[in-house]
């Protein structure tokens, strides 16, 4: 059974830090790419960060710039997101995804159940 459980979430005041954390269990977690997405009430759900399988590749939504960075520790099966210098606009639940191509048509994919950050004095 795959399970992908997120924690780290909370309230921050602007300006502050968290840092989310993902951690995965049945599957080959060196295999997956791995990524976050949130979900603003109202809006649809945006990918933030993506990073490749072995560390590299690593990837940005362009307002999370120089403010986020995504890493992964392949020998704890765990992916993180250090998040700075927070915004109000950052406020949202955020989603833990891995991913696996494992040919053009077929692609694997897991989700966890997210965990809700909201940045307010």
């Known amino acids: 059974q795959v399970q992908l459980v997120e924690s780290g979430g909370g309230l921050v005041q602007p300006g502050g830090s968290l840092r989310l954390s993902c951690a995965a269990s049945?599957?080959?977690?060196?295999?997956?790419?791995m990524s976050w997405y949130r979900q603003a009430p109202g809006k649809e759900r945006e990918l933030v960060a993506s990073?490749?399988?072995?560390?590299?590749?690593?990837n940005y939504v362009d307002s999370v710039k120089g403010r986020f960075t995504i890493s992964r520790d392949n020998a704890k099966n765990m992916v993180y997101l250090q998040m700075n210098s927070l915004k109000a606009e950052d406020t949202a639940v955020y989603y833990c995804?891995?991913?696996?191509?494992?040919?053009?048509?077929?692609?694997?994919?897991?989700w966890g159940q997210g965990t809700q950050v909201t940045v307010s004095s």
């Open positions: 049945g599957i080959t977690f060196s295999s997956y790419g």
């Open positions: 990073i490749g399988s072995d560390g590299g590749a690593a």
């Open positions: 995804k891995a991913a696996r191509v494992v040919r053009a048509t077929l692609t694997y994919a897991y």
